[in-house]
């Protein structure tokens, strides 16, 4: 392993967050992890996930600003973050959208990741690494999904134009898009057999992904070796991006 660096990660308290946090911090890294509720942060820090954690609406500017400055306050400085807080679409067909439900996952997937961004631009060690979670949504749109698919085609495309601007300033932004893996937002999906199977029927390697292979992953582009990478939008999904 590498020296141990200093994470942030957004909605680290469960899901793919969670997954990458106690990855991270098996290693020996610090990490520090968001969630919107002070039991569910409490809870992972009690199981270990992670060094400490704030409780933080990421579309609350002041909110995220404080996650932030926690971290910095504990850890000293940070190397890396991981912007992956989001939320689900409806999962209806277009014509039933609610506009109101429309604006907010816009709210939450697009602003709140671009609120991170900018904190994390403002603190980040240089060089430094940002990466953003833009879902396999974003290459791929997905059936009765266009307010998720939208927000997160979106999120990669703030991801694109944050490398464009940032990578000479030493900080590489890398966009990673899952398909399905286990988690609070998927657990209806994957946990039903009618829709588990036609969901894998989609994706070539015929299998959700596991809590390992993201882990990993994000443990190499949030390290040293990454930078390169910068501006790469990089699918882990099984192939359903094809």
Not at 75 to 97: C, K, T
Request: hydrophobic letters at 45%.
């Amino acid at each position: 392993m590498s020296a141990a660096r200093r994470y942030l990660i957004t909605g680290g308290t469960s899901g793919i967050g969670r997954a990458v946090a106690t990855h991270l911090t098996g290693l020996g890294h610090q990490v520090w992890i968001t969630g919107t509720r002070i039991s569910s942060v409490d809870a992972a820090l009690g199981e270990g996930v992670a060094a400490g954690g704030s409780v933080c609406d990421i579309v609350d500017r002041e909110s995220i600003d404080r996650a932030f400055a926690d971290a910095v306050a504990a850890l000293g400085s940070l190397d890396g973050v991981f912007a992956n807080a989001g939320i689900d679409g409806q999962g209806l067909p277009a014509e039933s959208i609610d506009a109101d439900n429309f604006r907010q996952v816009l709210n939450v997937n697009v602003v709140g990741t671009l609120n991170t961004a900018q904190q994390a631009h403002a603190v980040l060690s240089r060089p430094g690494v940002l990466v953003i979670n833009a879902s396999v949504n974003a290459l791929r749109p997905e059936l009765n999904f266009v307010d998720y698919n939208a927000s997160k085609a979106a999120a990669l495309s703030v991801a694109s134009s944050l490398a464009l601007e940032w990578s000479s300033e030493g900080i590489a932004v890398i966009a990673i898009c899952p398909g399905y893996f286990p988690s609070k937002m998927t657990a209806p999906f994957l946990s039903d057999p009618v829709i588990s199977e036609e969901l894998l029927g989609d994706i070539p390697a015929g299998r959700f992904g596991e809590p390992e292979e993201i882990g990993a992953l994000l443990e190499f582009l949030l390290g040293p070796n990454s930078h390169y990478l910068t501006g790469a939008a990089i699918p882990i999904a099984g192939g359903r991006n094809l």
